[in-house]
């Protein structure tokens, strides 16, 4: 089993920035994959972005260029930086573990982000 734990979530006006953090501890593979999904209300749960212990990331197109994902692998904790907010990214952020080769995926409880206009 995995447990993953957000922080970070907060309120900001647009234009601002938040840094999301997430925690993992358990039963982690050597090669895995961390990442960040967010879900709007009446809207499905969609990527942000990714990066796996490799290093390689992946970016929604909606956010590149403004959020930085990365990771310390020794604290197996997974940042995203999120910059230059707007509204449309108001949404509960949730964390992801997904363990290779099995695929499985573990998610966190999720963290507020909410950007007010």
């Known amino acids: 089993q995995v447990q993953l734990v957000e922080s970070g979530g907060d309120l900001v006006q647009a234009g601002g920035s938040l840094r999301l953090s997430c925690a993992a501890s358990g039963n982690i593979f050597r090669i895995n994959r961390m990442g960040w999904y967010r879900q709007a209300p009446g809207k499905q749960r969609e990527l942000v972005a990714a990066i796996t212990s490799g290093g390689n990331t992946n970016y929604a197109d909606s956010v590149k260029g403004r959020f930085t994902i990365s990771r310390d692998n020794a604290k197996n904790t997974v940042y995203l930086q999120m910059n230059s907010l707007k509204p449309e990214d108001t949404a509960r952020y949730y964390c992801?573990?997904?363990?290779?080769?099995?695929?499985?995926?573990?998610w966190g409880q999720g963290t507020q982000v909410t950007v007010s206009s």
């Open positions: 992801n573990l997904r363990n290779y080769p099995m695929n499985r995926d573990y």
